[in-house]
């Protein structure tokens, strides 16, 4: 079965930067259309960065300029290298696929958390 391990999370002060690792099994990863997503306290989840398995990249006006998704198929593994955060930033944050159909499984997420 899918299984998602998110990593990297931390305390960071504003203007600082963490990067963020997922560990993916039980897929075939490489042809994948991923993103990571966030949920900041009583709000909803929202995805703010996505990958297609070609490559191509988009990101949420939010985090456009600051964040960046990357990934390595070898590995099965994705990243997002979070740069200039701010305190808005804080929330937990989750990799999964980009799908029309709701995701049933997620993981257990990586919390970040953004000091003024």
């Known amino acids: 079965q899918v299984q998602l391990v998110e990593s990297g999370g931390g305390l960071v002060q504003a203007g600082g930067s963490l990067r963020l690792s997922c560990a993916a099994s039980?897929?075939?990863?490489?042809?994948?259309?991923m993103g990571w997503y966030r949920q900041a306290p009583g709000k909803q989840r929202e995805l703010v960065a996505t990958m297609t398995s070609d490559g191509n990249t988009h990101y949420a006006d939010s985090v456009k300029g600051r964040f960046t998704i990357s990934r390595d198929n070898a590995k099965n593994t994705m990243y997002l290298q979070m740069n200039s955060l701010k305190r808005e930033d804080t929330a937990v944050y989750y990799c999964?696929?980009?799908?029309?159909?709701?995701?049933?499984?997620w993981g257990q997420g990586t919390q970040v958390t953004v000091s003024s």
């Open positions: 039980g897929m075939i990863f490489s042809i994948n259309f």
């Open positions: 999964n696929r980009v799908s029309s159909y709701p995701n049933t499984y």
